[in-house]
């Protein structure tokens, strides 16, 4: 399984971006897949989880009302739809996949990463 993360960029407060993450391998809709990011000097943190379906997700508090995931099946992607950029947003974001058919938001329970895209959020 490989994942594959893009759509960063520098942006201005306020501002919007779209990450985009493609995974190979079979059975991508089993999965749960999800978002984290990591600023520099701090630890990973969970930021969005979309089930297998896309039928559910779920949100950090920081992020929840101004970031949107997605997933389409049939393409094996899913995305990272993020709106009113603040500075604090600033980290790279990495794409995971998670659990089969288990939904959860901790990095420990995903086995498989992106190489991560960078976000910088300019005040």
């Known amino acids: 399984v490989q994942l594959q993360a893009s759509g960063g960029g520098l942006v201005q407060a306020g501002g919007s971006l779209r990450l985009s993450c493609t995974a190979s391998?079979?059975?991508?809709?089993?999965?749960?897949m999800g978002w984290f990011r990591q600023a520099p000097g701090k630890e990973r943190e969970f930021v969005a989880v979309?089930?297998?379906?896309?039928?559910?997700?779920y949100y950090s508090d920081s992020v929840k009302g101004r970031f949107t995931i997605s997933r389409d099946n049939a393409k094996n992607m899913v995305y990272l739809q993020m709106n009113s950029l603040k500075p604090e947003d600033t980290a790279v974001y990495y794409c995971?996949?998670?659990?089969?058919?288990?939904?959860?938001?901790?990095?420990?329970?995903?086995?498989?990463w992106g190489q991560g895209t960078q976000v910088t959020v300019s005040s």
């Open positions: 995971a996949r998670g659990p089969r058919r288990a939904f959860s938001t901790t990095p420990r329970e995903y086995g498989y």
């Open positions: 391998g079979r059975s991508f809709n089993d999965y749960v």
């Open positions: 979309i089930t297998w379906s896309g039928s559910t997700t």
